[in-house]
């Protein structure tokens, strides 16, 4: 019966290998493929809109005569080619003449701004590699100003640099006796030490907690066999500390001079919508160029040759930092 039973059975045809599943494969494979961009896709079409595409616009408005007579309906402005930019770089004209101490302005208060801000983040990171009681407390006190909203910042710094009644005043001249009358800190050439000042305090944290990640990934062993070879604290720091950091400082320096080069909340916050001369920033320039002259093509126009500056500087110094990183390879 045994064999009856076998017999009465359908015979079960095998298939060879491949035949059925390599559609099944190529689906798997594909839907593998495409999910990561599917993925993406919200994100980039956020980013067309959010970015792309009013850079766009702002390329065809300093093409155009775009003044507050066309405000209602910009398309409807007149064609200036090349005018605006013509405008903007003539360097012996008010506007040119402007922008240019403007952008002078800018490129040395960047240099101190982020200069400062990794020397501070870097000592104050070597500083906290070390175990003492409260170095929790003291880490989460550095970074206060760094998360604090700007315009809270600012607004206190307004407060602390007012000629009658502020803090830095009432320090300087009252208590301290640094100063033979109370001095304008938000009007004059003072202007400028007060802009460096705000930037610095809010910015510093950030270049503390970047160096401080980085030093967690130096291994410990180095300091230890450098110190039995007899190497004291600044050697340690230039001969181990500081090499094994490049690749994280080459980093920081260029996220902390974009963010500086292009800041316009704090000048803005600080300052006002007109800032002093000595204070004059490139991104609030521009700012007074488009909304209070009401010049939107000559503004649209700066904002197109900063950007090819900014792009500029960033290649540069990312060909300049891979160079140097094949080099020591």
């Not at 599943?21 to 689906?27: F, S």
């Not at 903007?88 to 040119?96: I, K, T």
């Not at 302005?105 to 070390?130: E, H, K, R």
Request: charged share 15%.
């Amino acid at each position: 019966m045994t064999t009856t039973a076998q017999a009465e059975r359908p015979a079960v045809r095998k298939s060879p290998p491949g035949a059925t599943r390599g559609p099944r494969r190529r689906t798997g494979r594909l839907h593998r493929v495409g999910l990561p961009y599917l993925l993406l896709l919200p994100a980039l079409l956020l980013e067309l809109l959010v970015h792309l595409v009013p850079m766009v616009i702002g390329i065809v408005m300093s093409l155009k005569e775009l003044t507050q007579f066309y405000i209602r309906d910009w398309g409807t402005a007149p064609w200036s080619a090349l005018d605006n930019y013509k405008v903007s770089v003539d360097f012996d004209a008010p506007v040119g003449e402007a922008l240019l101490h403007s952008f002078l302005v800018t490129i040395a208060f960047t240099v101190l701004s982020v200069g400062l801000c990794w020397l501070i983040g870097t000592a104050a990171a070597v500083f906290m590699q070390d175990s003492f009681r409260g170095r929790g407390l003291l880490r989460a006190l550095f970074l206060v100003p760094y998360a604090l909203p700007v315009y809270a910042a600012v607004i206190t710094w307004v407060f602390m640099f007012q000629h009658d009644n502020g803090l830095v005043n009432h320090v300087l001249h009252d208590q301290l006796g640094l100063t033979d009358k109370p001095s304008f800190w938000l009007i004059g050439d003072n202007s400028f030490i007060a802009l460096l000042t705000v930037s610095v305090w809010k910015g510093w944290p950030f270049a503390f907690l970047i160096v401080m990640a980085g030093l967690q990934n130096i291994p410990g062993e180095l300091y230890e066999a450098a110190a039995l070879d007899g190497a004291g604290v600044w050697q340690q720091i230039r001969r181990i500390t500081l090499p094994s950091l490049r690749p994280v400082n080459q980093v920081l320096v260029l996220v902390l001079f974009l963010w500086t080069f292009n800041d316009f909340n704090t000048p803005f916050v600080l300052f006002g919508r007109t800032a002093p001369e000595a204070a004059d920033l490139i991104s609030v320039h521009i700012y007074q160029a488009s909304f209070v002259t009401w010049n939107f093509g000559t503004g649209s126009a700066m904002s197109v040759l900063l950007l090819l500056f900014l792009l500029l500087v960033t290649g540069g110094y990312l060909a300049l930092t891979s160079r140097g990183r094949r080099k020591a390879s």
